[in-house]
């Protein structure tokens, strides 16, 4: 199983370019999340989606849009990039059947850098 | 929400045991414990959770404190692909799903061939 994948693993942008990040999971997840992973902080939640059709902001949402296509499909817009949005992002999938045993399942990362 | 404190950076040798602590003094009934670690250049990836016994997977061991304010993950015989950060988080057992954690910056180990 492919898990978690991710597109594009490096980006560079110049301010003001717009670009999706792409995320698929493969496990019938039925939630999904995006995060941010800077230098020095913890992984902070941008937007997550708790099962198809659904989604809502999370800790950093300013600056991002998000669209739940499908079960399987989370993706990350940034209309208009910033400098402040460098940071390596990170989706994440999971399946809340059961609240004792539910585990996060991580893609490998997109590094983004704005200039 | 609850918060967790672990030391910055811990180092250990290969295929000797690693306990790396973690304390969370104002954990609530229902939060679970639950572990994660970052091998470099990856993504998270999930170790163990427990919520008040001990527990242990093929991956590692989970020492939960009896009054559940600290916990102590343990790696029986670490090897040169355990060095990552790991993190320890709580996991409100009411919460529809994992929205509500809080990472903080974990514990970097280097383990030293």
Known sequence: NAGVTQTPKFQVLKT?????????????????????????????????SASEGTTDKGEVPNGYNVSRLNKREFSLRLESAAPSQTSVYFCASSEPTDATNEKLFFGSGTQLSVL | DAKTTQPNSMESNEEEP?????????ISGTDYIHWYRQLPSQGPEYVIHGLTSNVNNRMASLAIAEDRKSSTLILHRATLRDAAVYYCILRPLWAGNNRKLIWGLGTSLAVNP
Do not use: E, F, K
């Not at chain 1, 493969?26 to 800077?38: A, E, I, K, L």
């Not at chain 2, 690693?18 to 969370?24: D, E, I, Q």
């Open chain 1, 16 to 48: 003001g370019q717009s670009m999706t990040l792409q995320c698929a999971q493969d496990m019938n997840h039925n939630s999904m999340y995006w995060y941010r992973q800077d230098p020095g902080m913890g992984l902070r939640l941008i937007y997550y």
């Open chain 2, 18 to 26: 690693v306990h790396l602590p973690c304390n969370h003094s104002t």
